[in-house]
């Protein structure tokens, strides 16, 4: 099977982009049977970084995030999107078989419309270069978060466009892969984990900043004594996320019984959290004086990446008539 994933280096990552996205490329390289390509999609992240350092320094910063999480170039083809440049040609030869409607009704740009934000060309064509990206490899499977469900729509329908347009299947329609259980990460305020609300715990924050990030998530006035409300309760969400299973049952317990309060709750996840990324948090600094191998292994992805992108690129300007 052959997996696609993509990550925007738009800002430090958080622990909703691990659970929802770079557990399960971890998880999905581990399976030999299964071909994986994740890249740094840089060229998305254009539509809202119009600084040349930030983005070069970000796109840096992902990819040593990357490999400290466990991504292996060994298993896995790391790259960087901008270093595939076929991306930016098979999305024009989409683009004159997408519909205009179809990217009018996207979330992603009507979100940022109706938040009053001027879109550019580049927000609006976002989903058919991520089309690119995927269709470019003829990916089986996409692992993302529920956020990007509707992105994988508009490529098949695109795909399945060209494919009819074109009158052959040159392009493979691909599947979305999103865990239920995990599928949206709450941030400290209650509302989706995510670097445009504020909200967000980064993995890879200082331990001083993420203790003071955790000591502010958002709970009610529930007195110490009395059971806690589960539903709808941030805290109990991102505990449930964290403790083994074995623990659980006791962790629980705090919230139906009574008796622990919210401050004693929040010690604990951080404790769980600091835990769970020590490894990734021991990694990062190593790699982080190693940024020449960081480096290798993007160009080494590119060129592994290109040999598959030059096949399905033949056959897209043959039917095409380019070539
Ligand atoms: P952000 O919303 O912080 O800008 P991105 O859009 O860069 O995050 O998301 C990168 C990846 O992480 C995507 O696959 C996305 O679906 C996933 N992701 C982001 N936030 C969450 C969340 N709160 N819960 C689950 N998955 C998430
Ligand atoms: N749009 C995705 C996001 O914001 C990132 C992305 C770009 C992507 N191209 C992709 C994800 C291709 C999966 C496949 O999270």
Redesign the pocket.
Known sequence: MRVL?G??P??RL?I??Y???IRQFVELQRDPSNECFYFIANLHAMTTVHDGSTLKENTQMLAVDFLALGLDPKRSVLYRQSDIPEVTELSWLLSTVTPMGLLQRCHSYKDKVAKGLSPNHGLFAYPVLMAADILIVRADKVP?????KQHLEVTRDVAAAFNHEYGEEVLKLPEEMILPE??????IDGR?????YGN?LDIFAPEAELKKRVMSIVTDSTPVEEPKPIRGNTLYQLLKLFTPKEEWREVRTWFTQGGTGYGKMKQHLLGLILEYFKEARAKREELMGDLGYVERVLQEGAARARAVVAEVMADCRRVCGLR
């Open positions: 994933s990550v925007q738009s800002g958080h909703g982009n659970f929802g996205a993302v978060g529920k956020d990007q995990v599928a949206v990460v709450p941030g989706k984990m995510s670097k445009s967000t």
